[in-house]
């Protein structure tokens, strides 16, 4: 079975100032999202699963779905604020749903196997989506999973400070925690972040999440319960978010679920600040004079793609 892709499309960007999913940033108009598809169909995924809001659909089948739902396996499904187990009620003074941990969940039912979980305004690369197929396809353990990890220091942004998930990785690849750090900058040959009164300082060849996961169908079940006890603990504080790499540490503390890292050659750029449009653009005119990406690349969305599954 080719694995799917779920593709967590559901957020505003916030420190952007739009609806950045759908900005047109390649030569003829594309959008980030849409070299990531093409990215993961000719690596051998299949199906497309788009986790968005109901308030954004119209605009979102729009601008990314329509150029694919003739010709690919699509489905859509909702996130929604009011998507709780039993029990639980919408805090007073909430306005979005739960978090990245709440949209993996949402895609349960359309899945239907081993699936990728990526960020829709982000480029992952093809050389990463290659890595993630080969390692779902090899049918891994029920609860092993993958993790595709990108140097801090080609992660960042001339434009302001990110946010990004600090990799803590075993001499075995398996990775032992995922640390969000805030604030990261670069600085003279490295990188740094606030840090009480002062500054940490890194390398910048450290170890980063982006969202780009791989996992076996068992996720669903353990996220479930994380779920359960996040809602239990903070379910009544209005802005707490259940995120993805805090859930899945806490099921590698015990010893539910492996997580396998995979290092990738690829070049990473996304979308955090309003002035980082230009810089994308850039950047993928010149994968697209290299040849890497035909011109324009809608005339393969959706389709099969030269070179797909090798």
């Excluded at 993961?40 to 497309?48: E, L, M």
């Excluded at 850039?282 to 793609?305: C, D, F, K, M, T």
Aim: net charge neutral; with cysteine.
């Amino acid at each position: 079975m080719e694995p799917a892709v779920l593709v967590m499309a559901a957020r505003l960007g916030s420190r952007y100032g739009g609806l950045k999913q759908i900005d047109p940033v390649g030569p003829a108009g594309e959008t980030l999202l849409d070299y990531s598809l093409f990215d993961a169909r000719r690596a051998g995924f299949g199906r497309i699963v788009f986790v968005i809001r109901r308030d954004i659909e119209a605009a979102f089948r729009d601008a990314v779905g329509r150029r694919y739902e003739p010709r690919a396996d699509v489905a859509y499904v909702f996130q929604s604020l009011e998507d709780l187990p039993a029990g639980f009620t919408v805090p007073a003074g909430r306005t979005k749903p739960w978090g990245t941990g709440q949209a993996v969940l949402a895609g349960e039912a359309a899945t239907k196997g081993p699936f990728a979980v990526i960020n829709a305004d982000d480029f992952y690369g093809r050389a990463s989506f290659e890595s993630l197929a080969r390692f779902l396809g090899g049918e891994p353990p029920a609860d092993l999973h993958a993790l595709v990890a990108f140097r801090l220091d080609r992660t960042l942004s001339p434009h302001g400070p990110v946010a990004r998930g600090l990799c803590d990785i075993g001499v075995d690849g398996l990775l032992r925690s995922v640390r969000e750090v805030t604030g990261l900058v670069r600085a003279g040959g490295g990188v740094r972040a606030p840090e009480g009164e002062g500054f940490r300082e890194f390398t910048g060849e450290e170890p980063v999440s982006l969202n780009l996961w791989g996992f076996s169908p068992s996720i669903f079940d353990r996220l479930r319960e994380r779920f359960l006890a996040f809602l239990e603990g903070r379910g009544g504080d209005p802005k707490a978010e259940f995120y993805l790499p805090d859930a899945v540490g806490q099921l590698i503390d015990a010893g539910r679920a492996h997580v396998r890292v995979l290092a990738t050659p690829s070049p990473w750029f996304g979308m955090t600040h309003r002035q980082d449009a230009q810089q994308v653009a850039e950047a993928l005119r010149a994968l697209v004079a290299a040849g890497e990406y035909p011109n324009p690349l809608h005339s393969y969305a959706g389709q099969r793609i030269p070179g797909e599954g090798r």
